[in-house]
């Protein structure tokens, strides 16, 4: 788990993570960034890591952001694989790329 996450550092100021509050304040903190910060990543590559409820390790999704449903919490993906569906509450950080 530690190397995972030290692919992320980023490397120059420039770059910068995304780092979303913890699985229980998800909403709240969505609602207090007025997704802004979300917003701003649709259209734009990204590289995701999320943790599903109950896993101990976090996978990470390279892809494509198309959509942040807000009412709902999910995000849109589309990858190399295909078109795929996440919900917000098990994503952990999203960096741009």
């Known amino acids: ?25 998800t909403r709240e903190g969505i609602k207090n960034m007025g997704n802004k910060c979300i917003n701003r990543l649709i259209g734009k590559k990204c590289k995701i890591v999320a943790r599903e409820p109950g896993e101990k390790n976090p996978f990470t999704i390279s892809g494509t952001l198309t959509e942040f449903d807000d009412k709902n919490g999910f995000l849109i993906i ?13 994503v952990e950080a999203i960096k741009p790329r």
Do not use: R
């Open 78 to 90: 589309e990858s190399k694989k295909g078109t795929g569906c996440i919900n917000i509450s098990t």
């Open 1 to 25: 788990m530690a190397l995972l996450y030290q692919t992320f550092k980023p490397t120059q100021s420039s770059q910068k993570i995304t780092v979303l509050p913890s699985a229980k304040k």
